[in-house]
């Protein structure tokens, strides 16, 4: 990876850090202040693995942090594809957030994915061969505080969308077949979803949690619609489940700014969860 690409991405963050600096879980705010930066997880360093922040689920015995393994995504398409899609939800959210008036909340989603995710995974996206796509992350992340309109914000966000769909298509083989692969990714997303919503089980009064678990709701539809069509041609029962999965998803989490009440219940979506893994592990 080269110097140059690197330093830029941390310069940039680190400049708009210095702008206010935002507490962990904020409430809703008029404008932005200054992106979060979060305590990175202690790792062996000669296993490198993404760390998913503070606000990814971490929550005493409920296993809502993940990490993905910047090895095995360059060799397997679900870690690849589900590092890309992490990251996406964070830009769902944050723009959604931005756009309903919690712009503090969601101008903090767009900085998370770079230290969190997106640093570790550039030699990964090197090494396939993709075009990367930090300088396009850090100018949506640092445009909240440079004063640029929220035509320009929500451009900039469309750029890095369009830029993981780009790196999508540089996923590896792996040997496994469209519908299992996609299966597999579709499933991680609604059970991080639901982990989430774990998480406010115990801490009713927490906004983070809710809105990472709103873009993995976001992002999960999002990919059910571009792909489950593959998964219904293999197991039409197991395609119609994951719809299923997906509408109980946004109705526990109906939009971007958390409501008052929550109706949902975690404990049946990690079950459901449970009953798409076993059904996508079916699939070759």
Same mark, same amino acid.
């Given at each position: 990876?080269?110097?140059?690409?690197?330093?830029?991405?941390?310069?940039?963050?680190?400049?708009?850090?210095?702008?206010?600096?935002?507490?962990?879980?904020?409430?809703?705010?008029?404008?932005?202040?200054?992106?979060?930066?979060?305590?990175?997880?202690?790792?062996?360093?000669?296993?490198?693995?993404?760390?998913?922040?503070?606000?990814?689920?971490?929550?005493?015995?409920?296993?809502?942090?993940?990490?993905?393994?910047?090895?095995?995504?360059?060799?397997?398409?679900?870690?690849?594809?589900?590092?890309?899609? $992490?990251?996406? =939800?964070?830009?769902? /959210?944050?723009?959604? +957030?931005? !756009?309903? *008036?919690?712009?503090? %909340? &969601?101008?903090?989603?767009?900085?998370?994915?770079?230290?969190?995710?997106?640093?570790?995974?550039?030699?990964?996206?090197?090494?396939?061969?993709?075009?990367?796509?930090?300088?396009?992350?850090?100018?949506?992340?640092?445009?909240?505080?440079?004063?640029?309109?929220?035509?320009?914000?929500?451009?900039?966000?469309?750029? $890095?969308?369009? =830029?993981?769909?780009? /790196?999508?298509?540089? +996923?590896? !083989?792996? *040997?496994?077949?469209? %519908? &299992?692969?996609?299966?597999?990714?579709?499933?991680?997303?609604?059970?991080?979803?639901?982990?989430?919503?774990?998480?406010?089980?115990?801490?009713?009064?927490?906004?983070?949690?809710?809105?990472?678990?709103?873009?993995?709701?976001?992002?999960?539809?999002?990919?059910?619609?571009?792909?489950?069509?593959?998964?219904?041609? $293999?197991?039409?029962?197991?395609?119609?489940?994951?719809?299923? +999965?997906?509408?109980?998803?946004?109705?526990?989490?109906?939009?971007?700014?958390?409501?008052?009440?929550?109706?949902?219940?975690?404990?049946?979506?990690?079950?459901?969860?449970?009953?798409?893994?076993?059904?996508?592990?079916?699939?070759?």
């Amino acid at each position: 990876m080269g110097i140059t690409r690197h330093t830029r991405i941390w310069t940039s963050a680190g400049t708009a850090a210095l702008l206010g600096g935002l507490a962990g879980c904020s409430g809703p705010s008029e404008a932005p202040t200054g992106p979060e930066t979060h305590q990175e997880s202690v790792v062996n360093p000669a296993v490198p693995a993404f760390s998913e922040g503070e606000g990814e689920g971490e929550s005493a015995g409920s296993g809502g942090e993940f990490g993905i393994d910047p090895a095995e995504a360059g060799r397997d398409p679900v870690v690849f594809l589900i590092a890309l899609e $992490v990251m996406r =939800a964070h830009y769902l /959210a944050g723009i959604d +957030a931005f !756009e309903a *008036g919690d712009r503090t %909340a &969601g101008a903090e989603m767009f900085a998370h994915p770079i230290s969190e995710i997106y640093i570790d995974f550039e030699p990964v996206l090197e090494a396939r061969a993709a075009p990367l796509f930090g300088d396009t992350m850090t100018d949506a992340s640092v445009a909240p505080y440079s004063g640029e309109s929220d035509e320009a914000i929500a451009a900039h966000v469309a750029d $890095v969308v369009a =830029a993981i769909d780009t /790196a999508s298509a540089y +996923a590896p !083989e792996g *040997g496994m077949s469209p %519908a &299992g692969v996609h299966a597999r990714v579709l499933v991680d997303l609604v059970e991080r979803a639901a982990l989430q919503y774990e998480v406010l089980a115990t801490n009713p009064d927490a906004h983070e949690p809710y809105l990472d678990g709103y873009g993995f709701s976001r992002a999960a539809r999002r990919y059910a619609g571009n792909h489950l069509e593959r998964v219904a041609q $293999v197991d039409p029962d197991l395609a119609l489940l994951f719809g299923q +999965a997906v509408t109980t998803l946004e109705r526990a989490f109906p939009s971007a700014t958390r409501p008052q009440h929550l109706d949902g219940d975690s404990a049946a979506m990690l079950a459901l969860a449970a009953q798409l893994q076993q059904g996508s592990d079916a699939l070759d």
